[in-house]
C-alpha cells in the first residue's frame, strides 16, 4: 500500500460516498497504524490506543468503526479475553496489494529504505488542521505539509505547535503557512527551538522599547507585511494587503511572536 495514494484515493472516494468525522478520523488513524506495521494484511490494535489518537470514546470508536465496515473501507474481527480486534483495511488499489503481499514473502532478504525516506503527513496532522481551521485540507495542503517534514526536516510536533498557534489567535491557513517559512528559514526544526526563538525575539523587542528605538511602521502598506528578511524560500508566499496601519503592525507583530 502507498500512503500517499490511499489518501488521495480516500479524500476521492468521500466526494461521492457518505462518512461521519468520527469514521473519517478513525481510518486516518488505522492506516497510521497500519504504516507503522509494515503495511500487514491484518494488525491488532487496543480500543485504547484508538481513543488516544482519535480522541474518540470506545462506544464513538466501535460505531465508527461498524460504519466503516459497511461501507467496505475496512474489515474487523472481535477477540473474547480482552484482546484487541483484528483490523484489515480495503485498499483503493487491491491489484497492487497483492503485488505488495508477494514481494513482502522475501522482505527480509532484501534490504528495506529508511523510514523516513517517504515520510507522509501523519493523521494527527491532518486532524489538528480540521480542528484549527474547521475544514479538511486539500491534497496540496497535504503535500505542503508533509514537505516541511520530509525537505525541511521539521518535527510532526512543531508544524502541530504552529497549526495550534494559529488557530488560537484565530488565523487563516496562509497565516500558519507564512510562520512555517519563517520557521524554515531560520531553520528552526523542534517546538523547543521555536520557543526559544520566540522568547529571544520578545527580549529585543523590550530591550528595544526601553532605549526608545522602537522602528516606525510605515503607512499604507500595500504590500506583504512578511519583513524582508524572510528571504526567498522554495514555499510560495502568500501576499496580504490593507490600508490599515494598525492591523497591519498588528499582524506583522504576531508573525514576530509566532517564531
Not at 514537505?147 to 497565516?175: C, P
Request: with cysteine; hydrophobic share 35%.
Amino acid at each position: 500500500m502507498n500512503y500517499i495514494k490511499e489518501l488521495n484515493a480516500f479524500y476521492d472516494w468521500l466526494e461521492t460516498n457518505e462518512l461521519s468525522p468520527s469514521a473519517i478520523n478513525l481510518w486516518y488513524a488505522l492506516l497510521h497504524i497500519n504504516n507503522k506495521a509494515g503495511w500487514c494484511h491484518s494488525f491488532c490494535v487496543a480500543e485504547s490506543v484508538l481513543h488516544v489518537k482519535t480522541g474518540l470514546s470506545d462506544r464513538t470508536i466501535r460505531k465508527a468503526r461498524a460504519e466503516l465496515k459497511e461501507k467496505n473501507r475496512i474489515d474487523f474481527c472481535s477477540r473474547k479475553g480482552g484482546r484487541a480486534p483484528v483490523y484489515t483495511i480495503t485498499s483503493f488499489f487491491p491489484a497492487e496489494k497483492s503485488i505488495a503481499a508477494r514481494a513482502g514473502e522475501n522482505a527480509a532478504a532484501k534490504p528495506q529504505p529508511p523510514a523516513s525516506a517517504a515520510l507522509p503527513p501523519l493523521p494527527n496532522l491532518v486532524q489538528s488542521f480540521a480542528a484549527n481551521f474547521h475544514y479538511q485540507p486539500s491534497t496540496n495542503q497535504i503535500q505542503l505539509l508533509s514537505s516541511y517534514i520530509d525537505q525541511d526536516g521539521m518535527d510532526e510536533e512543531l508544524v502541530i505547535w504552529a497549526m495550534n498557534d494559529t488557530g488560537q489567535r484565530g488565523k487563516h491557513f496562509e497565516y500558519f503557512r507564512t510562520m512555517l517559512n519563517r520557521l524554515s528559514v531560520k531553520r528552526i526544526h523542534t517546538v523547543k527551538e521555536a520557543i526559544s526563538a520566540r522568547e529571544e525575539y520578545k527580549k529585543r523587542i523590550e530591550q528595544s522599547r526601553n532605549k526608545g528605538n522602537v522602528r516606525p511602521f510605515r503607512k499604507n502598506m500595500s504590500a506583504s507585511p512578511v519583513p524582508e528578511w524572510v528571504g526567498d524560500h522554495q514555499h510560495s508566499m502568500t501576499s496580504f494587503s490593507s490600508s490599515n496601519e494598525g492591523e497591519n503592525k498588528q499582524w506583522l507583530d504576531e508573525i514576530l511572536e509566532g517564531l
